[in-house]
C-alpha cells in the first residue's frame, strides 16, 4: 500500500511541476495514438460498412479474418512490423524502423480489425433497420455507406475510443519497431517497461496512474461531445 | 457526402503535417546496444557531452546483447554497444562488423537474499558459490534470454561442472526478459541471480537482497564497441558512428566513462 | 442520391401507366405465395390492395415496388420492363415508419438532391404535413403518428407518380389515420397515382377508387370500389366483407 501513496505522491508530483521529460512522453503518446486511431478508423469504418451494405465472394473469409485479427497480440504486430521495415526487409529501404511512423503502423495494423469489426456489427443492425429504405430510395451502395456511417456516429466514437484505449495501453508492439529511444520513440508505456526494469516501481506505478488519467480525460470529453447539439439528433 | 470529403480532406492535411513534421534532417547515428548500460542512465550522462561536440544526435536502443547483435544483422543499428566478447569477435569474423574495440569494463556480482540460505558469501569464487546454490538446490533465477549476462552464467555453469540445468526444475528457473524484469522476480522470490554491477548499483528495488559475492578475477565484464561492415551494410551512417566510437575511446570520452557515478560508485572502468 | 438529377431527363411521354402484371407468381423457400396472377393498374385515382394478414397484398406491393422480383411471369410498365427511370418516380410509405437517424428537416433533405435541397422546398414538405415545428427535433424523438407523418411527406419530396403505401395506419390514432386517409386522397385526385394496403375495410370504403381482394396469394376480384362493396360478386369477398376469417 505504501507504495500506491508513493507513486500517487509521485504522479502529482511530476505533474504539477510539469516535468519536461514526462510532458514530452505524454505528448508523444497522445501524439502517436491520436494518428494511429484516426488512420485505423479511417480505414476501419468503411471497411466495415462495405462488408454488411456489398455482397461480394470471400465476404465471410473476411468477417471471420477480421474478428481473429481482432486478438492479435500487440507483440506479434511488432514482431511483423519490426521483419517489414528492418532493414534487411522488404521495405528496409524507406528507413522507418525506430521511428514515429514505424510506432504508428504497428498500431494501425492492431487497432484497424477492432474497428472494423465493431463497426460490421453496428452497420449491420443499422442496415436491417434501413435495407428497404435505401432500396426503396434507390440510395446508390456507395451512398448507403456514407448514410449508414453517418447515422451509426454516436456508436462510432465509442469504437473509435475502444481503438484509441488499445493504442495508447498497449506496449509490445511499439517496443520493438520504436526502440524506446529516449525523446524519440518513448511512450509512457514503454517508459512504464523500462522503469519498471530499473526497479524503479513508483515512477513506473506514477507514469501508469497518469496514463489512466488521460484515458479517463480522453473519455470524459467524448462523453461531453456525445451529450452536444452536433450527436443529439442520432 | 459533401462534409464526410471535408472530414477526410481535413485529416489528410493534419497527417501531411505531422508525418513532416517527424522526419527531422539530424545527422543522428542508431546505437544498438545492452539494457545494463542503458538502465544505469549511462547515455543520458555521456551522450550529452557526445552531441556537444558533433551535433550528432544518438539514438539508443536498448536490448540485451543476443538481440542487440541479431537488430545489427538485419541493418538495423549503425554501432553495435554489447557485452559478450566472443560474440562480437564471431560478429566481426563472419563479416557483419569491421572492427571491435574494447570500449570499459566492470564485473558481475552474485546477488542474494541477506540471509543467503546457500552461504555462497563464504564461498572462495564463484565456482565454488555456483556449486553450493547446486549442492542446496537454492532458487536460482536464470536470465535465459542469451544475452550477454546469461551467457556468462552458462559459462560459469559449464565451469563448475554442473549440467543439464534445463531438467533442475525444482530451483533452477529462467525469467526470459530482461535484467530488470529478472531482478524484480529474484526478489519477489528469493532467487539468486548473477547481475552486472551497473544495473545493480541503479537498480532500485532492491527489497531484501544484496550483493553476496563479487569475483573480479573471474566475473570481468567487458564492453565492447563494434563498428559495421561498410560493404555489407553501405546505407548505414558510417561516418556518424565512426565519430562516435573515436570520442568514446578518446581521452576525453574515456574521462568521461570514469566519471559516471550512480550513488557515488564509479560504474565504468577503462583501460 | 441522384433520384432527382435523373428527374429532370423525363418527359411525360415516360408514362408508366398502365402496370400489367403478366402470370406472376412468386415463390420463397419452395412456398408458392403468390398464385398467377394477371391485372392491370390505371393511373387514375387510389387503388386499395385489401386482404387478410398473410394474404400476400404486401409482397404484391414489394413485387410493384420492384423490391423482390417474381418467381415466374413479369410486370410491365407501359409495355416496358421495370427499369432505373420507372423506379425513380415511385415512392414508399412503410407499416412501421423507418427513419434516418437525423434531424426532422435532414430526413427530408435525404432524398432532396442539392437543387431541391433549399430552405424552402424542405419547409413546403414539411408544412404539408404540419411537422414544420420539429424541423430540428430528432426524428426518433417523434410520437408514432409523427413519425408516419414524417415519412409520407418524404415519400412525397420527390413528387412520385406512383406512392405506394403498406398498411400504414395500422399502428395510428384516428387523428392521425385520417390525416393520412385526406392526405393520399389529395394527392390521388392531383397526378399521383396511389397504391394503398390495408385489411381495413370501412378504410378501404372511405379511400378506395378501386379495390384488389387477395386471398391466400390469389387476386380474387379487381373493380371499383362502388361495386365491390354493393354488388360482392365472389363468396370469398362476401364472407371477408362479413368478418369472417379464412386463414
Request: hydrophobic fraction near 45%; proline fraction near 2%; charge should be neutral.
Amino acid at each position: 500500500m505504501q507504495s500506491f501513496t508513493e507513486a500517487f505522491n509521485l504522479a502529482s508530483t511530476l505533474l504539477l511541476e510539469g516535468n519536461k521529460e514526462l510532458l514530452e512522453i505524454v505528448f508523444l503518446s497522445l501524439k502517436i495514438s491520436t494518428l494511429s486511431t484516426v488512420i485505423g478508423c479511417m480505414i476501419g469504418f468503411p471497411l466495415g460498412a462495405i462488408i454488411v451494405v456489398y455482397r461480394f465472394p470471400g465476404r465471410r473469409f473476411t468477417i471471420l479474418m477480421i474478428n481473429t485479427l481482432m486478438g492479435l497480440p500487440p507483440v506479434v504486430v511488432g514482431l511483423g512490423v519490426y521483419l517489414l521495415l528492418s532493414n534487411a526487409g522488404p521495405m528496409g529501404n524507406f528507413k522507418l524502423l525506430y521511428t514515429q511512423i514505424a510506432m504508428i503502423i504497428a498500431q494501425t495494423i492492431l487497432i484497424t480489425p477492432i474497428v472494423a469489426a465493431l463497426s460490421r456489427q453496428v452497420v449491420e443492425s443499422l442496415y436491417e433497420e434501413y435495407e428497404e429504405l435505401f432500396n426503396s430510395l434507390l440510395i446508390t451502395k456507395a451512398s448507403a455507406i456514407f448514410a449508414l456511417l453517418w447515422d451509426a456516429r454516436y456508436s462510432l466514437l465509442t469504437i473509435g475510443l475502444a481503438g484509441f484505449g488499445r493504442a495508447i495501453s498497449e506496449v509490445g508492439a511499439v517496443m520493438i519497431v520504436g526502440g524506446n529511444i529516449a525523446h524519440v520513440t518513448r511512450v509512457m508505456t514503454t517508459a512504464i517497461a523500462s522503469e519498471t526494469a530499473k526497479g524503479d516501481l513508483a515512477l513506473a506505478l506514477a507514469l501508469g496512474m497518469i496514463l489512466i488519467s488521460i484515458t479517463f480525460l480522453v473519455n470524459g470529453c467524448a462523453m461531453w461531445l456525445r451529450a452536444s447539439k452536433y450527436f443529439s439528433n442520432e | 457526402m459533401k462534409r464526410y470529403l471535408y472530414f477526410v480532406f481535413g485529416i489528410s492535411v493534419l497527417l501531411y503535417f505531422v508525418f513532416t513534421n517527424i522526419d527531422d534532417e539530424q545527422d543522428h547515428i542508431i546505437l544498438q546496444a545492452t539494457t545494463s548500460t542503458d538502465n544505469s542512465g549511462f547515455f543520458s550522462y555521456i551522450l550529452p557531452l557526445f552531441e556537444q561536440d558533433t551535433s550528432i544526435r544518438v539514438d539508443v536502443v536498448a536490448v540485451g546483447t543476443g538481440q542487440a547483435i541479431k537488430n545489427a544483422k538485419n541493418g538495423d543499428g549503425d554501432l553495435l554497444l554489447v557485452h559478450e566478447k566472443e560474440l562480437e569477435e564471431q560478429f566481426v569474423a563472419d563479416g557483419y562488423g569491421s572492427k571491435r574495440f574494447d570500449l570499459m569494463f566492470n564485473d558481475f556480482i552474485l546477488v542474494g537474499p541477506v540471509d543467503d540460505p546457500a552461504n555462497v558469501r563464504d564461498a572462495d569464487n564463484i565456482y565454488k558459490a555456483f556449486e553450493k546454490i547446486h549442492q542446496k538446490r537454492a532458487k536460482f533465477l536464470s536470465r535465459g534470454d542469451n544475452s550477454g549476462t546469461h551467457i556468462k552464467e552458462l559459462k560459469i555453469w559449464n565451469e563448475a561442472e554442473i549440467y543439464n540445468l534445463s531438467i533442475e526444475q525444482e530451483w533452477y528457473f529462467e525469467s526470459g526478459s530482461g535484467m530488470g524484469a529478472t531482478l524484480n522476480m529474484a526478489v519477489q522470490n528469493s532467487a539468486y541471480t548473477l547481475c552486472d554491477r551497473s544495473t545493480w548499483i541503479s537498480f532500485k528495488n532492491k527489497s531484501n537482497h544484496t550483493i553476496l559475492l563479487a569475483d573480479t578475477k573471474n566475473l570481468i565484464n567487458n564492453y565492447g564497441i563494434v563498428l559495421l561492415n561498410e560493404d555489407k551494410y553501405p546505407k548505414l551512417n558510417h561516418s556518424g558512428a565512426r565519430k562516435l566510437s573515436e570520442w568514446l575511446l578518446s581521452k576525453k570520452g574515456q574521462s568521461a566513462i570514469e566519471g559516471f557515478k550512480v550513488n557515488n560508485q564509479q560504474m565504468f572502468f577503462t583501460q | 442520391m441522384n433520384r432527382n438529377d435523373e428527374n429532370k431527363f423525363l418527359t411525360d411521354s415516360d408514362d408508366i401507366f398502365p402496370i400489367s402484371m403478366v402470370n406472376v407468381t412468386l415463390n420463397i423457400d419452395n412456398k408458392q405465395l403468390i398464385y398467377n396472377v394477371n391485372i392491370n393498374i390505371n393511373n387514375d385515382g387510389l387503388t386499395v390492395l385489401m386482404g387478410s394478414n398473410g394474404s400476400g397484398k404486401t409482397l404484391m406491393l414489394k413485387l410493384l415496388h420492384g423490391l423482390i422480383v417474381p418467381s415466374t411471369g413479369y410486370i410491365l410498365w407501359n409495355n416496358q420492363k421495370l427499369n432505373y427511370k420507372i423506379k425513380l418516380q415511385q415512392s414508399m410509405v412503410f407499416q412501421t415508419p423507418v427513419l434516418l437517424k437525423r434531424s426532422v428537416a435532414d430526413n427530408i433533405s435525404f432524398v432532396l438532391n442539392r437543387k431541391m435541397r433549399s430552405k424552402y422546398q424542405i419547409d413546403d414538405v414539411l408544412e404539408r404535413v404540419h411537422l414544420l415545428e420539429f424541423k430540428n427535433r430528432a426524428a426518433r424523438l417523434l410520437s408514432a403518428g409523427e413519425k408516419q407523418r414524417l415519412a409520407l411527406g418524404r415519400a412525397l419530396a420527390t413528387e412520385p407518380k406512383l406512392l405506394f403505401l403498406d398498411e400504414p395506419t395500422s399502428n395510428l390514432d384516428p387523428a392521425t389515420t385520417k390525416f393520412v386517409e385526406d392526405t393520399v386522397k389529395k394527392v390521388s385526385k392531383n397526378k399521383t397515382k396511389v397504391i394503398f394496403v390495408t385489411h381495413d375495410i370501412h378504410q378501404a370504403k372511405r379511400i378506395a377508387d378501386d379495390i384488389i381482394f387477395i386471398d391466400k396469394g390469389i387476386v380474387i376480384e379487381h373493380t371499383n370500389s362502388s361495386d365491390f362493396f354493393n354488388l360482392r360478386n365472389s363468396v370469398k369477398a362476401k364472407s371477408y366483407l362479413a368478418g369472417k376469417i379464412f386463414l
